[in-house]
Nanobody, 125 residues
Framework: QVQLAESGGGLVQAGGSLRLSCAASGRTASTYGMGWFRQAPGKEREFVASIGWPGATSNYADSVKGRFNITKDNAKNTVYLQMDSLKPEDTAVYYC??????????????????WGKGTQVAVSS
């Protein structure tokens, strides 16, 4: 079993940047692909970005392509989500998620093995 701990988030003006971090711990943490989902008030949780294991194949939602970048530090079992050119519609609670042996491609919300508690991102206009 892997545990996830998110950090980062906060309040930023439109056009600004934030970086989220998600550290995975547990005996097999290094064998998980990881990613991010978000949930805005009154809306369903949606996919944002993912990165595979053991390679670094990344995948993005169309709404964030060109603005968000997901990377990972294998030595630290940590994934980062760099969010640039933020828009008010990016406002949501962002959740880190992990899936065992995920190598890339479709990152199904119903197929995650672990979830973080979420971190709030608020973008003001």
């Amino acid at each position: 079993q892997v545990q996830l701990a998110e950090s980062g988030g906060g309040l930023v003006q439109a056009g600004g940047s934030l970086r989220l971090s998600c550290a995975a711990s547990g005996r097999t943490a290094s064998t998980y692909g990881m990613g991010w989902f978000r949930q805005a008030p009154g809306k369903e949780r949606e996919f944002v970005a993912s990165i595979g294991w053991p390679g670094a194949t990344s995948n993005y939602a169309d709404s964030v392509k060109g603005r968000f970048n997901i990377t990972k530090d294998n030595a630290k079992n940590t994934v980062y989500l760099q969010m640039d050119s933020l828009k008010p519609e990016d406002t949501a609670v962002y959740y880190c998620a992990a899936k065992a042996h995920y190598s890339g491609g479709y990152f199904p919300i119903g197929g995650m093995d672990a979830w973080g508690k979420g971190t709030q991102v608020a973008v003001s206009s």
